[in-house]
């Protein structure tokens, strides 16, 4: 039954994540060295015990507190602040009626929980909205990975008919250039800068906001070593969740994010509405492929998948199972996989999300 997932092991490789990356801060658990030891006498060590492939674990990566880009200098509180304003400004979209919040609700782990999402003039898109929380960290932008950083993701949903529908990007200027207050938070957040006003700088400052919403969780803590902060029922599910090969696609620090997978690899997905990259790429190989989410959060973040079709966790993680891997989960495997995933809800950075006050 699992068979079908030993095709997608050369994927994670080409992926370029290595299987044994140097742990970042801190010094490996106490109990990676004296696994045998600890195999051998009696006081059981709780990682022996939950019997996950150590190996597999450091696949797995804990949460960085910031995103940052690699090519430039961590942002700084000027422009987060400014990114912070445009992404509640309704004054970005056409009926002022729409910011990035609407859909992107902080409060909420990033997401509207509409199976699509509202867009201007009342219109629903075709899409389910993901969540902006670790959306930094991605391998691209979008369901279909169509757009690269988040800077550069920002400046769509602005001028995209069904979502905030601005005509252009000069109008999005003008419209900023007439209240002072931006005028003067640009210039404090690009102060090289001669006229900071510009529609990249928009985007730039959106992106280096959404850099820094990350929500470490329990399961960061068991990454780092602390072995209680996970209870029975989520290390079993941990283990399946292993075992089962969902961690073939759903890996790294984001537990997702990293790749862009067909939905269907084992069984055909029942919605072809919507083709994924191959409406990008024309590619046949690209059909319904869709860059594969971090699970980070999902508890929080229902309904699930690009068209919204599961509306509950544990309905998403019995379509994986059979969709993916074409196995069909017992009821008891489905609520341990759901009791894991919710150990990676993490705390919202409530101060940092606070609405703030606009310019005028
Ligand atoms: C009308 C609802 C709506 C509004 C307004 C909106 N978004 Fe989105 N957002 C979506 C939907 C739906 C998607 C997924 C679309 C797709 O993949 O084709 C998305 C995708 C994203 C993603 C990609 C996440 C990922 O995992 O790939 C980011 C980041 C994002 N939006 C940020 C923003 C920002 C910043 C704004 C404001 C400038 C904004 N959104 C405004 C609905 C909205
Ligand atoms: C072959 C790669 C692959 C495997 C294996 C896989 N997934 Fe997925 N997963 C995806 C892709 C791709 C999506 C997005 C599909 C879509 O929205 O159409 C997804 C979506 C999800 C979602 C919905 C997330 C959201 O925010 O909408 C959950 C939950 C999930 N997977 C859990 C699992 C579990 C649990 C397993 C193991 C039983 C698993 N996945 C196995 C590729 C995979």
Redesign the pocket.
Known sequence: MHR??YF?VPVLAACGSSPDPAPAAKPPTPAAPAATVAARAAPAQPAADSGINPRLLRRFKPLRSSIEREDEAPASVAQTDLGRMLFFDVRLSKARDLSCSSCHRLDHFGVDNEPTSVGAKGARGRR?S??VFHAAGHIASF?DGRAGSVEEQAKGPILNPTEMAMTDAQTVVATLQKIPGYVTAFHAAFPDEAAPLTYDNVGRAIGAFERKLTTPSRWDKYLLGDQAALTELELKGLK??TD???????TGEFV?GSM????G?AVP?PNQA?Q?RYELTKSDADR????????RD?AQ?A?????GS?KT?EE??G???RH??G?E?GADDVHA?VAW?GSLTGELPTKYIERPRLPE
């Open positions: 079908a997932l997608l389910n993901p969540t369901w399946l969740f089962l090969g969902c961690m073939t696609c759903h997702g862009f997978q067909k939905v690899v997905w919507d994924g319904m492929s869709f860059k594969v989410p971090s699970l999902v973040t309904p699930y998948f690009h068209d599961a966790l998403a993680v379509l994986m199972a993916q891997i196995d989960l996989i995933l």
